[in-house]
């Protein structure tokens, strides 16, 4: 003999069914007791406006160019600028750095995206991301709760993600 909890075969066994039949025929009475009006054209239905595209899968890739950013910015010699303003102007560019020009334009390019940021955007993803602090760690230098970073982290990684796509450094 099993072990296991021994269910009913039928689960909706006790509520009584719907009368459909009782339903149709209130919903018709209803309809003739109104007085009857020249038939309205009904209004077509509205097309649901479409998802936005949704960054969550592109998380990943975003934390990868976020580290080759850090490497990057170390190797042009400016620490990563994510908690002050940046200096200089770079131009998108979305092919692979082989130069210290190419670098630079790809620092400073990352920079003008993390701008774009909220302060608080860029503390906790300089903190988590680049520094590799632990959500608890994050959390108490940065004054805030831990879920607070676990739930705001994936916003500004997908709000980074959106700018990165709109500047050709990230191609989906």
């Not at 701008?115 to 503390?123: A, I």
Request: proline share 8%; aromatic share 6%; with cysteine.
């Amino acid at each position: 003999m099993s072990a296991a909890l021994q269910l009913p075969i039928l689960w909706a066994g006790a509520a009584p069914a719907p009368q459909l039949g009782l339903l149709a025929s209130a919903a018709d009475r209803i309809r003739h007791e109104q007085p009857q009006a020249s038939p309205a054209p009904e209004p077509e239905p509205e097309p649901e406006p479409e998802p936005g595209p949704t960054y969550a899968f592109y998380r990943k890739h975003t934390q990868n160019l976020l580290r080759r950013y850090l490497y990057a910015s170390m190797q042009v010699g400016r620490s990563p600028n994510l908690l002050s303003e940046s200096v200089g102007r770079g131009w998108v560019s979305s092919r692979r750095v082989r130069t210290f020009e190419d670098a630079l334009i790809f620092v400073l390019d990352v920079e003008r995206c993390l701008e774009k940021l909220t302060s608080l955007d860029r503390q906790i993803i300089s903190r988590v991301i680049l520094q590799e602090y632990t959500h608890l760690e994050a959390a108490a230098i940065l004054g805030v709760s831990v879920r607070s970073i676990g739930v705001k982290l994936p916003q500004a990684i997908d709000r980074l993600t959106e700018s990165l796509v709109e500047s050709d450094l990230l191609v989906l």
